[in-house]
């Protein structure tokens, strides 16, 4: 068996072939070479491996590549069924509102 | 003690006009290990506000993105200060930062760069291209062993509630004083607490990929049924005291249902679980976890108090 890689069949991976223009952009950014380029064609070649972290959809320009994206954590599953949000690192699985304040709030501190 | 850098642009050794753009996030540990594999090359790190989190980690949440990047570049006024129009981000910040957009808004062309900080070097040299083997994301044995010590100091977190709750309850009910039997059976849970924990935030991490199944509770469980078994050989040869009638059959349902619990929480700390897979996988455990928990803990308590 190949490592690292996950369940069988369950990523939500979906690439439209006929919308895809075979520009390559997806392919640099996957962290597990889930998607090949096959005799000109981009196509998916390991779907088990894909962790759904968005990375290709998020920079495929005329979204043929799509996914619903998020973190595969136990601890932030249950966090969320429990109403909390906990702020380990990657344990959380934030709604876009969540994100945009996180990104607009400002802590730096200087060296 | 300071975790983040302040956002901006640094040079790093003598960078001029040509020299490389590097983006990284403002977690001080990133920062360094870019600055580090640099080893002597002149070049221009841009550094996004991510609250000191680190690239992977905040390009899921959004703030190493597309729209940080595009202000970074602007703020800095990078179109002034070097005479090339590349930023290489690193790879895994792929999720938050589309390469088509910030070319679109800021005129910049995003290079994706290496997986591993340490191959950034090479990758600049060979005129920033990325041979296959830096574009993927490992999880070696050396990459599980680092992050164990976070899951146990989760584990301990929790477990240093429970000891004291099974000392009490070990010395309350069962044959002998108060203090002896705490000590007999509040030690014995102790000591049972700890290998569940071994095995399913040290061992399972360890044994990843030589452990049958897929998903991670089960991998979790075979450990678990081995230190079960091996905690339940202590207990009813070198203990000091015989075991009582169901601690037995507690510890062998409590230790593996904790181990695969534990084991399941390593999603977190890997690197290829999905969250599909991971709401799969949890859909069938914990409904088989939570009544193995609850039935080992009152196979326990009934233990201290039957006979
Ligand atoms: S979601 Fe991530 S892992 Fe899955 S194919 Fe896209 S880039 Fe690869
Ligand atoms: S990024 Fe989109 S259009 Fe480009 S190759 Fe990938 S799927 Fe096709």
Same mark, same amino acid.
């Given at each position: 068996m190949r490592f690292p890689v996950y369940l069988h069949n369950v990523a939500t991976l979906a690439l439209d072939e006929d919308?895809?223009?075979?520009?390559? +952009?997806?392919l640099d950014v996957c962290p597990h070479a889930v998607l090949v380029r096959h005799n000109g064609r981009?196509?998916?070649d390991d779907r088990d491996a894909c962790m759904e972290c968005g990375a290709c959809a998020t920079n495929c320009p005329v979204q043929a590549v799509t996914v619903q994206s998020g973190v595969g954590c136990a601890m932030a599953v249950i966090n969320t069924a429990l109403g909390r949000s906990s702020?380990?690192?990657?344990?959380?699985?934030?709604?876009?509102?969540?994100? +945009? +304040?996180?990104?607009?709030?400002?802590? +730096?501190t200087p060296r | 003690m300071s975790y983040t850098v302040d956002p901006g642009l640094y040079a790093v050794g003598q960078p001029? *006009?040509? /020299?490389?753009?590097?983006?990284?996030?403002n977690y001080k540990m990133s920062f360094d290990r870019v600055r580090r594999s640099l080893d002597g090359r002149n070049a221009w790190l841009l550094v996004l506000e991510t609250d000191g989190i680190n690239v992977w980690c905040a390009a899921g949440k959004g703030s190493f993105g597309t729209n940080e990047l595009v202000l970074r570049i602007e703020g800095a006024r990078l179109e002034q200060i070097v005479s090339h129009r590349r930023v290489v981000v690193p790879q895994l910040g792929g999720p938050g930062v589309a390469a088509h957009e910030v070319k679109a808004r800021s005129g910049f062309r995003v290079t #994706?760069?290496?997986?591993?900080c340490e191959d950034l070097g090479r990758f600049i040299d060979a005129g920033f291209k990325a041979a296959p083997e830096m574009r993927r994301k490992t999880f070696d044995t050396w990459e599980r062993l680092v992050l164990i010590p976070v899951e146990l100091v989760d584990a301990l977190k929790v477990a240093a509630v429970a000891?004291?709750? #099974? #000392?009490?309850?070990?010395?309350?009910g069962g044959p002998g004083t108060f203090w002896s039997n705490a000590l007999n059976y509040g030690l014995f849970a102790v000591v049972c607490l700890v290998g569940a924990i071994v095995a399913g935030a040290v061992l399972t991490p360890i044994l990843l990929p030589w452990l049958p199944g897929r998903a991670f509770s089960l991998k979790g469980l075979i450990p678990g049924i081995a230190m079960a078994v091996v905690l339940v050989g202590l207990r009813t040869s070198v203990w000091a005291s015989p075991p009582a009638p169901l601690e037995i059959p507690a510890w062998l349902v409590l230790v593996p249902a904790l181990s695969t619990y534990l *084991?399941?929480?390593?999603?977190?700390? /890997?690197?290829?679980?999905?969250?599909?897979?991971?709401k799969k996988e949890m859909r069938i455990a914990v409904p088989l976890?939570?009544?193995?928990?609850? *039935?080992?803990?009152?196979l326990w308590i009934g233990s201290r108090f039957a006979s």
């Open positions: 919308k895809c223009t075979g520009c390559g +952009a997806c981009v196509r998916i702020s380990s690192c990657c344990c959380v699985i934030e709604t876009s509102e969540q994100k +945009a +304040a996180n990104s607009s709030g400002s802590t +730096a | 001029d *006009a040509g /020299s490389p753009v590097l983006v990284t996030a #994706f760069g290496p997986v591993r000891v004291p709750l #099974f #000392f009490l309850l070990g010395g309350l *084991a399941m929480n390593f999603t977190g700390a /890997s690197t290829f679980t999905s969250l599909s897979g991971v976890q939570i009544p193995a928990g609850v *039935a080992g803990v009152a």
